[in-house]
């Protein structure tokens, strides 16, 4: 298994850019979320969806979109990047083994590094 | 809502010291919680939870952690320190009856360990 992968590694944008980071996980898991780490504040929840087709805000999705159309994959849209989506950006699966999922390990990706000048 | 503090965001050790990383939570309702690790320039691994068994939890790498509701606490040790163990941890708590498993996590702790 490769587990979560996420591309590109890295990128720089200008402002007013847009682009889609990829996400696709080969372990079958229903969840799904995407995180943004900014130092010293920890990983901050953008977007999760608990099955294809299903997606919900988290605590800080301002300037983003997802879509989930398949189990796998789950991309992340940005639309006008602004130099405040300069951030690490992870994402995260799991397999629910109760009905909410709240106790069930997530598995990370690699991360994406975007600067937005 | 709930909020996770880890105090200390830099904790140096010497090789075979003992490791201590303070973790805090907010909620009167104990979560479920977890520490993750993050080496430099990859993803978070985890290495341990607690999902209300025993108080006491042991992970990979000869770490551990105690869960303790008087003190709304999750403190992740280690008897000795290796190098090996220098990267970031990160407290993130769980809550029981929260849809879709989210996490909330702390702002990390870099562990840097001294030869």
């Known amino acids: 298994n490769a587990g979560v992968t996420q591309t590109p590694k890295f990128r720089i944008l200008k402002i007013g850019q847009s682009m889609t980071l990829q996400c696709t996980q080969d372990?079958?898991?229903?969840?799904m979320y995407w995180y943004r780490q900014d130092p010293g504040m920890g990983l901050k929840l953008i977007y999760y969806s608990v099955g294809a087709g299903i997606t919900d805000k988290g605590e800080v999705p301002n300037g983003y979109n997802v879509s989930r159309s398949t189990t796998e994959d789950f991309p992340l849209r940005l639309e006008l990047a602004a130099p405040s989506q300069t951030s690490v950006y992870f994402c995260a699966s799991s397999l629910p083994s109760s009905g909410s999922g709240t106790a069930d390990t997530q598995y990370f990706g690699p991360g994406t590094r975007l600067t937005v000048l | 809502a709930q909020s996770v503090t880890q105090l200390g965001s830099h904790v140096s050790v010497s090789e075979g010291a003992l490791v201590l990383l303070r973790c805090n939570y907010s909620s009167s309702v104990p979560p479920y919680l977890f520490w993750y690790v993050q080496y430099p320039n990859q993803g978070l691994q985890l290495l341990l939870k607690y999902t209300s068994a025993a108080t006491l939890v042991k992970g990979i790498n000869g770490f551990e952690a105690e869960f303790k509701k008087s003190e709304t606490s999750f403190h992740l040790t280690k008897p000795s320190a290796h190098m090996s163990d220098a990267a970031e941890y990160f407290c993130?708590?769980?809550?029981?009856?929260?849809?879709?498993?989210?996490?909330?996590f702390g702002q990390g702790t870099e562990l840097s360990v001294k030869p």
């Open positions: 372990m079958n898991h229903n969840y």
């Open positions: 993130a708590v769980s809550e029981r009856y929260n849809q879709g498993g989210k996490l909330i």
